[in-house]
Structure formats: structure tokens, C-alpha cells
């Protein structure tokens, strides 16, 4: 009798925990401040990138932190996962999170993480090596994403950006950052957030089965993956460079809002949005933005038309009809009103068709770059999407800096792309017009009831 009037409080209060601890990471999301004296390092191409994170796992000696929205098995990610193995092995802690619905699309047969864990025994190393997917389910839309781009070693040097760990970003026009300095330590305190409670997941869905010796060890195991904030192994005094970038990271935390309350529809579209909070409260003369797809949230596009009414200069660059059918025409012509909108009320809007075929070089074949810069000095990369789809259901990071140098230099390879007819075409009125005559269907479909939030999601 006591069992049977217990186990009910028993379950109660353990979910009393678990929700408490969701809704303090929800309802406390942290704005960073900014810190002085940061070193960043454009990697503009995408194979010098993969070169150096290869070095960078050679190179740890404590620990290597990956976030990525998906981990094929193309060539690259096998090489890397032949490194962090070696790395595993001689003591280096391995942690990585991932987006299990992308993951599963592109590796199917999870040969990956299976590699990852080939022959794998803790008895010989005493490292920590975790492989976590975020699955979408129950309260969550089936498009949930770890969206994220992470790959930081030994609390010293941090890479965020566009790419995920795939071949096909040697086929896209993209960007990461690499980073030193006081800033690292704030990814490191995300990530620290993004994968306990990832971790908490895990425990929730997957040790909530068999005998209660297994639920015991199945929690110690899984809790042990995590690590602590007083840890200077992971938070390190870190270098300042003298003269360096003012810098903090913004963040998109809406998985922890959308596991707690389960929102659907279009509030998911109105979710706090760190990193559009902070752009729509910036005052600029120019900016030039690099944009996947032109599918704004109603405060991005108010941002736009608020400024365009004002005078302000615009320039942004997305995808063309060409480059689109590398990826995904779909997200194009979805678009397609919006940029007859914006580019209606004076945005100058240049659209990829894709660089050359030069020999030693990657032809670029679409646009997956997520830049934002204004005026002269102030910049914002990351993998934020721009869209409606990486405010509602995408987890996102991103850094926002102060750095003359640096913005100077991506205001000039703007500025090329931009007046080169080879590689962008502007896109004019009757253009749009054109295209939105010829898929006329298509684009009601899109926007449909039944079409509308899952397309905006997805891009």
C-alpha cells in the first residue's frame, strides 16, 4: 500500500526537477558581455578549415567539444573520427552533439559514430568519448535542430560558423571564424549548457527502462559525460591580444523554450531570439548581410523596411534559381514575394550563381554563409540562418564583434562578389516578377496552410 501511494509523489517530484531545471535554462537565457582583446581568423576556405581542425585534434591534450547540425560519411568526417579515436586513446576527452533527423538523412547506416566507437573498450583510456543526437519527439516539431557549428580544443581555441562535418561544404560559399582569446570561455559555457542538456534528455528517454540496477547505471554512466564550470582545465585564463576585437557570442536557446512548453504554430516564429534581438536593435549607415534564403521573421523584415524607410544603405546577397537547385529550389520560390517586397521598398538584393571552375579551387556552387556587417568595424557570424526557420526550432550561435581589420576585409570580398556578373546577378523587379509569374502554383502551395510553417521552418 505505501508503494502504491508513494510511486505517484515519487514521479511527481522527480519531473518537478527535471521541468525546473528546463525552465531555469529558458527562463535565464544568457546574454554575454562583451570582452576585450580578442584575436579572430577568417577561414574563408573550407579545405585550409578542415586542415586545421585535423591539427587541432592532433594537437589536444585535454579535450575537443563538437556541435554540428549533421555528421556524414563522406571522406572528411571518417578522417576526423580517425583522429578523435586516436586522440581518445591517449586520454582526451571527446564530446560531440548532433541533430539525429539530419544525421540520420545523410549516414543512414550511422557508419560514423559507429566508426567512432569501433572496438571501443573504457579500460583502456579513462577519457570521456560521448556522441549525443538531439531527437526531436513528443512535445518537439519534427524539424527540432542542433543547428549549432562548434569545434572547440582544450578551452583555448574555438571555431564557429557555417560548415558542418561533410564534403559538401567544399561546395558551398561559406565562412567560419577562428577564435582566441577571453570569448572562448563563453562558447565553452554554452556548449557546457547545450550538452547537459542534451545529456538530461538522455537520461529522461533512455534510462527509464528495464530493472532499476540498470536505470542506476544507465544515469552514472550518461551523468558522468558532464563537466564542471570550476573546471580551469575547461575554462582556462585565456591569452589577450593586445588591440584585438571587442567580441561576446549571441545564442538562440528555443529548444529549451519549445521542450518546456511544447509550442506550436506561429508563436514559435516569436520565441526570444538572442541573436535577432541584438541585430534589430543595431544603428548603422551601411550593412551588407549574407542571407541563406529571404524568409524573415516579422521583426527581421520591420528591421529592414524600418532602415530602408530611413535611407539607410542594404545590400544583401542569397541565393539565385541556379544555386538554389544545388540544394533546394523550395526555400527560393518560397521567398520569392518577400524579395519582390524588399527589394520594392529600395533593398539591393545580388544573388549567387556560383564561382568558376578554377583549377585548385572548389567550385562554389551555392550560398550557405551567415554574415551580417555594419559599417566599418561591426560584424555578426555564425550559423544563424537569417530566417524564420532558425529563430523556431533551430538552436544557433554566433559571434558579434568589433574589429576594423576583420570587417574591413569581408566588406571588400563583399563588395567584389557583388559587382562581379560572373559569380552574382542583381535582382530587379521584372526579374522577380518573372520568376514569380512562372511558378505562380508553386508558391501558393508553399504558402498554403498546410505547406506555410513547415517550409519556414526548414529554411
Known sequence: MTKLWTKPFTILLKAGLYFSLIWSCSSKAKVYDFTEDNQLTLLEDARAAVDLKIELVKSARHHIHIMTYYWDKSSYPMVLINELRKAHDRGVDVRIISTYIPSLAVDFWRKADKELFTGFDQSLSKSTL???KFTPGRKESITNNIHEKIFLVDGEKAIIGGRNVSDNDYRAKDLEVLLEGPVVNQIQTHFQKMFTFVSDLKIDKSCQRGTEEFQSNCKTKILQLNFKSDDDRFFPEQPKFKGGARARILTNEVLFDQHLTGTKGDARFEFKDDIIDTVVKINFNKMRAYNYFI???ERYKNFLLKNLALGKSIDIMTNSMVSASAISDKGYKFGLPEMRN????????????GTKVEEGKDKLFYLHEKVMLFDDDHGIIGSHNFGAGSTSVSSEIAIEFYSAPVVGTLNAIFDQEKESNDI??????PMLDEEIKNNRTMIQLLHSAVFRNFVQEVY
Open 424 to 429: 552574382t546577378k542583381v535582382a530587379t523587379i
Open 130 to 132: 560521448a556522441y549525443l
Open 295 to 297: 524568409i524573415p521573421t
Open 342 to 353: 524588399l527589394v520594392s521598398q529600395g533593398l539591393n538584393l545580388f544573388q549567387w550563381l
